[in-house]
Each structure stands twice: as structure tokens, then as C-alpha cells.
């Protein structure tokens, strides 16, 4: 557990620049702008506990704590790591936590009611890729007879394709093959599932009924905590998983298992984490949370400046047991700019942890858009909705309003350039083409996408017992 010292708020001249951008900004978003605050903030709220998971993509919090950057909005900050993600998102409903490093998809899920129901929302994303497909040895060895090779060397990105075979020889011998991710609503879990369907492997539907996402499943995929991948996999209760790091290059040291893809290469600067509190919190305590985004923004940036240049001194940051715990080499080897899968096969992937550029903090109302589609295609949404839903949900949970009050701010101090902010957007992406099947995503025609895929509900269709029924 860390704990800042505490200090005094800090004054700032008024803000007419950052006035101007703030407005400018939140009119793009088609929010309403009823205040921004000028001069000095005020937090409500000056003793915070935050949670998070023992993951590398908690750095911004870690960062943030370390750096100062929380001591200098007035803020005295408890980071406090919890056992699970079910736990970390009851704790902040209950007000036990004051806010917390989030799945994407835990904001969305709870709004919605899957699982826990809860308003929650988040005004700053934690990260871009991260993740990563690892399988045990003895899958590996059989997958490895499927996959094309170059110079000796395993030719990426591995499709799930090579993996069917396997998945088809387990059948055959009247074995479930089974894979570990972190949580139902989980960026791993969307994931994973996006990686088999890609590849013709049926990762199985959620219905009202059946919660175990297992109904028609030719892949069995269950919950399993992160720093719990790896141990699980060697104990062979389940034959691969899709985690953050630095869970699976610790199956690569341990010599366990071999990463086959990462997420960069299965959907290319997708959103990872967000920071998460609930509605009543954030309406609460309004300058506590835009000073909690301000330092974050600045951890952020610090973390992706310079072309990385702060990584190794990240790395050591994170490798104390307080954060992650890992050995500061396995941290470093997906930190720094590399990632290896098989041992001894290291590769460069300069984006595979992006925390700032390509406005990596900014909550989009499409990467939200796109989580939904995926609850929707897996049947953790049961019913059709229209497209205008989609957008009515990912307005109610992603904050950019907040978002760019806190960035405004910022850039009226100094501590940040205007031009590291899309003040213009309306909140959607352009169409995002770069994925490991290549179907495009338009955040604006989420039905459309849906329909697009082989496997998946699409339109009306419902899970019914052991069975889809097809809609129109």
C-alpha cells in the first residue's frame, strides 16, 4: 500500500486559454458546457484510496504517486492493490475505494447491469495493447506444425487458425479445451474470443440463463486472476490464457508456455484500461476528480516521452512489490519497446505498452461503442439494440467532457502541449481497419459491424437454451 504526503492545493493564475480549449473541446464532443472551473481547484476530497491490479498498465497510478504529480493537485493518495477484478469494481461501488485502475469493459458492464449494476464512468484511458495469447508447451509443439516459418522462425501474426487443428484433436479424444482469461467483461475475454472466432474456433455465448459463456463453445474459456495465469497453466487446468503483462512473458522465463500473439496484432492500438469511478462520486467531488485526471494526463506523457526514454526507469518502479512484483527483466521485456515469444525470439514492437501518443488518454465514445459490440456478439447483451443505444451508453460512461477540463488546465500551466489533444473530435474515431481478420470498425453503424461476422449474434437473434434463435 502507498500513501502520499500530504500538501497544500496549489494556486494557478485564471485560465482563459484553457478556457477557450475546454470549450472548444466539449462542444465538439456534443456536450453541454455548464462550468469550467478558473483559478485554483478545490478537491472536495483530499484523502483518496485508488485500487489496482498487479498489472504493467497500472504505471499511470504508480507513476503518478511516484513523480509527484498527485502531491501537486493537492491530493493525498493510498494505492492499494486488490485480490481480483470482481473485487476492485465492488469496492469502488461501495465507496470503500474512491476510484480504481478498470477493465474498459467493467464501467460499461456495470451501467448496463451485466453483473454488478452500478453507474460508473471514467474520464481517462489508462492505455493502448498490453496484452497478449499465450499457450502451453505441449499446445504450442502441435500448433507450431501449422504455422508458417521464415528463416527458422515463427512467421507473425499467428492465427487462430493454426490452433484449430489442435482444439479439433483435443474433441476428438473427448477433451474440453480449456483457456483462461480475467473477467466476463475483460478486454482479454473480447479478445481471446475475437482471436478464436477469427480463426473458426467458437469461444461460446452468454445468455440470461447461462452465465459461464461456455453455450456452443468449441473453446472452454473461464476466469482465472492475472499473476494466477501462469501457475494455472502449469498445473495444466488450462491449456493457454490471454493476459496482461507481464504474465505472459513470465510463462516465456519460467519456460512454461509461449506467447503466440499479442492484442497489437489481433486489433493495432486497441484500449486497454480506463480509470474508473462512480457517477455519485464524480458528482460529488467534481475538482477532485479533474485533479486526479490532471495528474494521470501528466504520468501519462511522462511515461511516453522522449520515445520512451523513462521506461527503464518505469520498469524498476513497477518491479517493487507494492505495484507489480514481478523481476524487473521480465517487466522490462514488453516495457521497453521488445516482446518475446518463443525463448530467445525477441521482436521489436515499439507500441505493444502505448500510455500517451496517438491520444492514447482520451476517452473516445467509439472504443466504449466497440466494447458494447462485443458484450452484444457474445450475448452478454441477450436483445437487439439499435445503434442510438450504443451511443446513449458510451455518452452516460465515457467522460470527455472531464477529460479535456483537465487537459485545458494543463496546457494553460505549461505541463502540457496543446497539440497532445483532439479538441476537435466529436468523440468517434475514424473507421479502424487494422485487425487480425480485417473487418472494419465504425463506431457510428455498430449493427452493421455485427453483422459482419461469420460467428456471432447479429440483428435479433437470441441464445435460447443450448441453442441460437435467429432474428431478422
Known amino acids: 500500500m502507498k500513501a502520499s504526503k500530504r500538501t497544500n492545493t496549489p494556486t494557478h493564475p485564471t485560465r482563459r ?47 503518478a504517486y511516484e513523480k509527484g504529480f498527485f502531491e501537486d493537485e493537492g491530493l493525498y493518495v493510498t494505492l492499494e492493490p486488490q485480490a481480483n477484478w470482481k473485487v476492485l469494481l465492488d469496492r469502488v461501488i461501495d465507496g470503500e475505494l474512491d476510484g480504481a485502475h478498470m477493465l474498459a469493459g467493467q464501467p460499461l458492464g456495470a451501467t448496463i447491469g451485466f453483473g454488478t449494476q452500478a453507474h460508473v464512468i471514467t474520464a481517462f484511458s489508462m492505455d493502448l495493447n498490453g496484452n497478449g495469447i499465450t499457450v502451453s508447451n505441449a499446445v504450442w509443439e502441435q500448433m507450431k506444425k501449422h504455422v508458417p516459418h521464415k528463416d527458422g522462425k515463427p512467421v507473425h501474426p499467428i492465427k487462430a487458425d493454426t490452433l484449430k487443428p489442435v482444439v479439433e484433436s483435443y474433441r476428438a479424444e473427448g477433451k474440453p479445451f480449456k483457456m483462461g482469461m480475467v473477467f466476463p467483461v475483460s478486454t482479454h475475454n473480447y479478445e481471446l474470443r475475437y482471436w478464436l472466432a477469427a480463426g473458426g474456433i467458437h469461444p461460446g455465448y452468454y445468455s440470461p440463463t447461462d452465465i459461464s459463456g461456455q453455450i456452443l463453445a468449441d473453446a472452454l474459456l473461464s476466469v482465472t486472476p492475472p499473476p494466477q495465469m501462469p501457475a494455472t497453466m502449469e498445473a495444466g487446468t488450462i491449456y493457454g490464457y490471454c493476459v496482461g503483462e507481464p504474465w505472459n512473458q513470465q510463462a516465456v522465463f519460467k519456460g512454461i508456455g509461449v506467447p503466440v500473439i499479442t492484442d497489437f496484432e489481433i486489433w493495432k492500438n486497441n484500449p486497454e484500461k480506463v480509470f474508473g469511478v462512480t457517477k455519485a462520486w464524480a458528482e460529488e467531488h467534481p475538482e477532485t476528480h479533474l485533479a486526479v485526471v490532471k495528474a494521470l ?64 488518454t482520451y476517452p473516445y465514445f467509439s472504443d466504449a461503442v466497440w466494447y458494447l459490440t462485443q458484450m452484444r456478439r457474445w450475448g452478454q447483451i441477450a436483445e437487439y439494440k439499435p445503434d442510438s443505444w450504443y451511443d446513449e ?47 472494419p470498425f465504425d463506431g457510428r453503424a455498430p449493427n452493421a459491424y455485427l453483422n459482419r461476422f461469420p460467428i456471432g449474434l447479429k440483428n435479433k437473434d437470441r441464445v435460447v437454451g443450448a441453442e441460437v434463435k435467429a432474428g431478422s
Not at 21 to 48: H, N, Q, W
Not at 317 to 330: F, H, K, N, Q, T
Not at 399 to 426: C, H, M, N, Q, S
Open 17 to 63: 486559454g484553457a478556457l477557450q480549449l475546454a470549450v472548444a473541446g466539449l462542444i465538439a464532443v456534443g456536450v453541454s458546457l455548464t462550468s469550467v472551473t478558473a483559478g485554483a481547484l478545490e478537491p472536495e476530497k483530499e484523502e483518496l484510496k485508488f485500487g489496482f491490479i498487479k498489472l504493467t498498465d497500472m504505471a499511470p497510478l504508480a507513476i
Open 297 to 360: 494526463i501528466r504520468a501519462a506523457i511522462w511515461l511516453d516521452e522522449n520515445d520512451n526514454a523513462n521506461r527503464p526507469e518505469a520498469v524498476e518502479i513497477l518491479a517493487r512489490s507494492e505495484y507489480v512484483g514481478a523481476d524487473a527483466e521480465v517487466i522490462a521485456n514488453s516495457m521497453t519497446g521488445t516482446f518475446e515469444y518463443e525463448k530467445g525470439d525477441k521482436r521489436p514492437v515499439p507500441d505493444f505498452n502505448v500510455f500517451f501518443r496517438y491520444f492514447a
Open 393 to 439: 451508453v458510451a455518452r452516460k460512461v465515457y467522460r470527455p467532457d472531464i477529460y479535456l477540463k483537465a487537459a485545458a488546465l494543463l496546457v494553460d500551466e505549461g505541463k502540457a502541449a496543446k497539440d497532445d489533444f483532439p479538441w476537435d473530435t466529436d468523440g468517434y474515431r475514424p473507421p479502424q481497419t487494422e485487425f487480425i481478420d480485417e473487418i
